[in-house]
């Protein structure tokens, strides 16, 4: 799919996003990262991620049993700098400096949302629990949040909800995902 896009020229922020999505799917850590470190702290107005930050997320994973295998200080720095490496490639940090990088604003964009939103359809997700999936967190969005955005209209052309914003409601004009993927292409 991303290389159908990529042939028919998907804007460049656009793609970046969805190769994010990817990424945050395919790497759980880095995934975990950025909903459990990254987003709390936009939320919170901090400007500035210290390294260390990313070490003590990796290490919280290790004293929480989420490896098999415990791993050794330069893994775990390497696996950090890894992490931090992909944010600041996808421009949700800027480049670090003495292992400070600062903390950039990265808002979900109409057309990866509506890319997820129909990923997430198509893979037979019930549009009641559309919003309650992982990966909208992926871009700071919060379940109710999520339910939001696609109750709002922002996506309307492709999902369209009544008046009353319930999701169980939500129409879709494409009747499969390649067909929408051809559209949004």
Known sequence: VLQQLLRRNLYPDDFNQLCFLY?????????????QVYWPMVEQGVTVLERNLAEEFVQRGLDNGRMQKRWTASTIKRVSAYVLGCAVDFGLLGKGVAGKYAVLRYPLRRTPALFLAHELHFAGVANAQLGDHLDWAYFGLSPLEARRLLSSGLLDGHLESPSGGSLNELSWRHADFPSFIHELA
């Open 23 to 35: 990424t945050a799917r395919a790497q759980a850590i880095f995934g975990e990262f950025i909903a």
